[in-house]
T-cell receptor
Framework: AQSVTQPDIHITVSEGASLELRCNYS??????LFWYVQSPGQGLQLLLK??????LVQGIKGFEAEFKRSQSSFNLRKPSVHWSDAAEYFC????????????FGQGTELSVKP | KAGVTQTPRYLIKTRGQQVTLSCSPI?????VSWYQQTPGQGLQFLFE???????NKGNFPGRFSGRQFSNSRSEMNVSTLELGDSALYLC??????????????FGQGTRLTVV
């Protein structure tokens, strides 16, 4: 069965430091991969997506992610974190052409210290 | 362009009652999906509707149902509410619902509390 694992439940980084959030997926075919961010009490905002092609994808707010098929990973990175990046981050895999179903990881809560 | 609109934003219901949540997708989007978010289970897929037809369904009991209207607006209904149904219910719309180039846009959710 398809699944997404985010190994880190909570991460704290200092403002200005670099960030990497890990995501591993299990999916038989070519995955459609997404990273979403959620602020408290809000919906999800798409940061970036990967469907095919270049394995390094750029997103909004200075985020990027790298798809590594050999490691079944899709890690999210940002070179310099801002206090406003504090939120919960979700990695998701789409089940492909036939439906809009997304399978989410458990999420990683990011705290930013001054 | 207006985003995905969910109403109401907050709801308090008593165990055993039923509830209906509404979702208006982005104009032109034909696919609407529903998710339940709880601290324990995370984000779980409920169902997806495309052109008024349920195209995909998650692993939830029959108390959870939905429908989609000809204008793509969707409702989900939960009957015989249980305390465990307390959650943030999120609706997402997309142009096609899956496949290259499509992405899901989420509403702000409806916070349901069952007492």
């Amino acid at each position: 069965a398809q699944s997404v694992t985010q190994p880190d439940i909570h991460i704290t980084v200092s403002e200005g430091a670099s960030l990497e959030l890990r995501c591993n997926y299990s999916y038989g075919a070519t995955p459609y991969l997404f990273w979403y961010v959620q602020s408290p009490g809000q919906g999800l905002q798409l940061l970036l997506k990967y469907f095919s092609g270049d394995t390094l994808v750029q997103g909004i707010k200075g985020f990027e992610a790298e798809f590594k098929r050999s490691q079944s990973s899709f890690n999210l990175r940002k070179p310099s974190v801002h206090w406003s990046d504090a939120a919960e981050y979700f990695c998701a895999v789409g089940e492909g052409y036939q439906g809009g179903k997304l399978i989410f990881g458990q999420g990683t809560e990011l705290s930013v210290k001054p | 362009k207006a985003g995905v609109t969910q109403t109401p934003r907050y709801l308090i219901k008593t165990r055993g009652q039923q509830v209906t949540l509404s979702c208006s997708p982005i104009s032109g989007h034909r696919s609407v999906s529903w998710y339940q978010q709880t601290p324990g289970q995370g984000l779980q897929f409920l169902f997806e509707y495309f052109s008024e037809t349920q195209r995909n369904k998650g692993n939830f009991p029959g108390r959870f149902s939905g429908r989609q209207f000809s204008n793509s607006r969707s409702e989900m209904n939960v009957s015989t509410l249980e305390l465990g149904d307390s959650a943030l219910y999120l609706c997402a719309s997309s142009f096609l619902g899956g496949g290259p180039g499509t992405e899901a846009f989420f509403g702000q959710g409806t916070r349901l509390t069952v007492v």
